[in-house]
């Protein structure tokens, strides 16, 4: 009898503990359905791949559990109790996560960007710093030529130096590199200028030595006599001359055909109020003769009374006047001497200065005699 008991009770505690583990089977499936619903959620929003490891380790867990369900409902439903709240949390923990990712994403590229705008704006501002320099630097150049002559080489330069505003070059290379440029290209053309002016003023010098040799050739051809040919001769032996040499000797002969010029104007002037006083004071005035002899140059002008007597005037170049009054009977000639001299200094404006009586012979009575010279005077003018 008691074996009998015994046997139920067995079989009543078997059956106690199949209901128990079916019971705990039935109330833990639905978590465990819960949690496959959640991680196909997760999974088709794409929020496993923003929380692989947690994803993959619970997923493992879910099917660990799914297989004890069977096994072992007790197991399964500890395990589900311990993981609940890791299920529960993970749609939102995925969120959060993607989130953060998303905004650490967002937070990168606006980094990224700004990084590139700085350096954007880097770039930018080395290269209008080394546009700055690149000007500053054309603008010492001393002359244009130099910087024509040096184009096609800046050129180059700039394209090697500005071409990538990366390379790192500052400004003080590109001063630099230009000075060095400019220094050599303003010395050729300081070189250039010089033989220029050089070769400018060799041709001005040969110019103006031709006008002179022509000029003087003018005046040696426009008159004859010993002044003109010394003249010639004297052209003759300055072409012969270096320029320098050529030059200093052409300006002595122009200075002193200048001088002669001018003397022979006051000459004329001279000449002609010599000329003029006489005829108003009566004489008959033959014209003007001009005599060269012996290294003498001289201007004669005679003139005669209807009675016989004559009055010779000298002018040489030198500002010398000589007067000879003559065939004049006793102090006779005293009555034309003075007012042809005082029309010369009064009329005429004429200055007498110096004067040298050379000879006078006041006792000539005899009109016929003409002692030769009765009055002979030198002035200077």
């Known amino acids: ?15 106690k503990q199949e209901l128990d583990r079916q019971r705990v089977r039935e109330t833990t499936r639905p978590f465990l359905e819960r949690y496959r619903s959640v991680l196909n959620d997760v999974a088709s929003q794409g929020l496993g791949d923003v929380i692989p490891a947690e994803f993959r ?28 709240g890791r299920f529960h949390g993970l749609p939102r923990f995925a969120r959060e996560q993607r989130r953060s990712r998303q905004e650490a994403e967002l937070a990168a590229a606006e980094a990224f960007r700004n990084a590139q705008q700085a350096e954007v704006e880097r770039q930018l501002q080395v290269k209008a710093e080394l546009e700055a320099a690149w000007r500053e630097g054309l603008s010492g150049w ?26 790192n070059m500052t400004s003080a290379q590109i001063s630099a590199a230009l000075r060095e440029v400019r220094q050599r290209y303003e010395v050729d053309a300081e070189r250039q200028l010089q033989e220029m002016k ?23 051809n426009k008159d004859g006599g010993e002044r003109a040919a010394k003249l010639r001769e004297a052209l003759a032996h300055a072409i012969g001359l270096a320029p320098a040499e050529q030059a200093e000797a052409l300006n002595q002969l122009v200075q002193e055909q200048d001088e002669a010029a001018v003397d022979e104007s006051q000459r004329r002037e001279v000449v002609r ?14 014209g003007p003769e001009h005599l060269v002899s012996e290294g003498e140059d001289q201007v004669l002008i005679r003139a005669r009374r209807p009675a016989g007597a004559q009055a010779d005037f000298r002018v040489n170049l030198s500002g010398h006047l000589s007067y000879k009054f003559h065939q004049y009977k006793g102090k006779t000639c005293e009555k034309d001497v003075a007012p042809v001299m005082a029309t010369l200094q009064d009329a005429y404006g004429i200055s007498l200065s110096d004067k040298r009586v050379i000879w006078v012979n006041p006792d000539d009575q005899d009109q016929d005699a003409r002692p030769y010279p009765d009055a002979i005077q030198e002035r200077s003018k």
Do not use: C, H, W
């Open 57 to 84: 380790e619970l997923s493992s867990d879910l099917q660990r559990m799914e297989a004890l369900l069977e096994s072992d409902p007790f197991a399964a439903r500890d395990m589900s109790r311990s993981l609940g």
């Open 142 to 167: 001393s002359t244009p030529v130099a910087l024509n002559a040096a184009f096609a080489e800046l050129q180059k330069l700039r394209e090697r130096l500005l071409g990538n505003a990366a390379n």
């Open 1 to 15: 009898m008691s074996r009998a008991d015994e046997y139920r009770y067995q079989i009543q505690r078997q059956r």
């Open 273 to 286: 109020a010599v000329y003029q006083s006489l005829q108003q004071a009566g004489f008959v005035v033959d």
């Open 198 to 220: 050089n070769r400018v003023q060799r041709e001005a010098v040969t110019d103006v030595l031709t006008l002179q040799r022509e000029q003087l050739e003018q005046e040696a």
